[in-house]
């Protein structure tokens, strides 16, 4: 009787370890979820507020993406290399 206390008693602190192993893992998991997901978020708000592109000179054809700094196309409604909109608002 006491032999069966004490298997029982073994089974029941392997089946809580197991509990909070699966716990941790999954509350890392959500974590980890939720910092992609942060990202997306701020990701999708940069690309939907339109931001003005950066001049490096006047000249026309030497202007950068402001969220990627690369080389854009004048006048391109958006970033081909990130997907930023962009505000041509001042130009015309
Ligand atoms: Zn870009």
Redesign the pocket.
């Known amino acids: 009787m006491e032999l069966l206390g004490l298997i029982l008693f073994i089974a029941v602190s392997v089946l809580i370890i197991c509990f909070i192993l699966v716990i941790t893992k999954i509350s890392e998991m959500i974590k980890e979820i939720r910092r992609a997901v942060d990202k997306l978020v701020i990701h999708a708000n940069q690309s939907n507020s339109p931001q003005k592109p950066i001049r490096k000179t006047k000249v026309c054809g030497d202007i950068q993406?402001p969220?990627?700094g690369?080389l854009i196309f004048h006048h391109d409604p958006f970033?081909s290399?990130?997907g930023?909109k962009l505000d041509w608002g001042e130009d015309e």
Do not use: G, L
């Open positions: 993406c969220a990627c690369r970033c290399h990130c930023q």
